[in-house]
């Protein structure tokens, strides 16, 4: 059975991550920085994507593994044999207070969402065998985003420099010689509508509405970018919308299914975007 790294497992898309993988049946390698306070999380926690995993012989599929970011021979053993990995971790939680001083008081942006991504890539690219990272980012770190208000806020209270690091970040990954998925939600919550449409979009352009991703979307279409082919060196920004009025959202796996369909691979949009098309992919519901 394939198995697929999860790091930053801890955190609120990481667990929601190693949810979907283990309920999909993969072997999970779940890499944190603190394995026994992990464990309590996963035995006592309420699952975040509403699957239900505690039927399933968890244990045996289930790996949790110490792994920093910041220290690459630690993340020799966890990223050993795995197909693909999912990196969630950042120096700042958003979603959860009291993760949020704990990163704060630890890690800078600089650490985690920028050397942690060059430190992953680099690892998988010796260890060999890794066919997809998937990278989660966040909307609006583009540089031209620079004056976007939401981009400001997160630039300068949640961590200094934290979207110009997430961007490096994302540039190291591209520029990796790997394969990559980068998903960038908007704010993450942990409930949205309770019939969500993806949206999916290129270009990281500015919004004139206020969007969210659900944790669970955004599990769901990391996992699935681990595996589809046309997800392979794609960005994307991804949005839990309510249907519109009247609609009715199709299932999350069947939206899940085409949610790569027709997205333009990152040298694609960029040569979009230069010739005056605003970039590939545009947007669009995928539920319709
Ligand atoms: N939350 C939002 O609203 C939001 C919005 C847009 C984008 N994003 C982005 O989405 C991604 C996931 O966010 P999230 O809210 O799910 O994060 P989260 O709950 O704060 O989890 C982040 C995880 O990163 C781990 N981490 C920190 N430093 C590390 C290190 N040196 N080595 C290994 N792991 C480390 C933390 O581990 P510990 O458990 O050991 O502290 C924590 O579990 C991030 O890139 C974030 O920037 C979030």
Redesign the pocket.
């Known amino acids: 059975m394939v198995t697929y790294a999860v ?2 497992a ?5 667990r929601t991550c190693v949810e979907v993988l283990l309920h999909q049946g993969y072997n999970v390698r779940a ?4 394995p026994d306070r992990a464990r309590v999380l996963y035995r006592t926690q309420p699952t975040l994507s509403g699957l239900s995993i505690r039927d399933v012989p968890v244990p045996e599929r289930l790996q949790i593994v110490r ?4 220290d690459p021979e630690s993340l020799r053993a966890a990223l050993q044999g795995c197909a693909g990995v999912i990196y ?9 207070l009291s ?1 949020f001083w ?2 704060m008081r630890t ?1 800078s942006p600089r ?3 920028f050397q ?1 991504v060059q430190n992953v890539a680099d690892m998988a690219r010796q260890l060999g065998g890794v066919e997809r990272l998937v990278l ?4 609006y770190v583009t540089p031209t985003n620079r004056w976007q208000p939401a981009r400001l806020f997160c630039n300068t209270l949640l961590g200094w420099g934290l979207m110009d690091w ?1 961007w490096k970040g994302e540039e190291a990954l591209r520029h990796s010689g790997l394969p990559y998925t980068i998903v960038r ?4 919550t942990a409930r949205g509508p309770r019939q969500r449409q993806l949206t999916v979009q290129q270009g990281d352009a500015s919004f004139d509405r206020f969007h969210s991703t659900c944790v669970a979307d955004l599990a769901a279409v990391c996992v699935a970018a681990l595996t589809d082919p046309a997800a392979a060196n794609v960005t994307l920004e991804l949005f839990s919308d309510a249907p519109p009025r009247g609609g009715k959202a199709v299932p999350l796996e069947e939206q899940v299914q085409g949610v790569f369909r027709g997205l333009a691979p990152d040298g694609a949009a960029a040569a979009g975007a230069r010739q005056g098309q605003g970039g590939a992919g545009g947007g669009g519901g995928l539920a319709g």
């Open positions: 790091v930053g801890a955190g609120w898309t990481g890499v944190v920085r603190d792994g920093d970011v910041r969630a971790a950042t120096s700042s939680g958003w979603t959860q993760a704990r990163t890690t650490e985690v969402d942690g989660v980012s966040a909307c997430k939600p908007d704010f993450i």
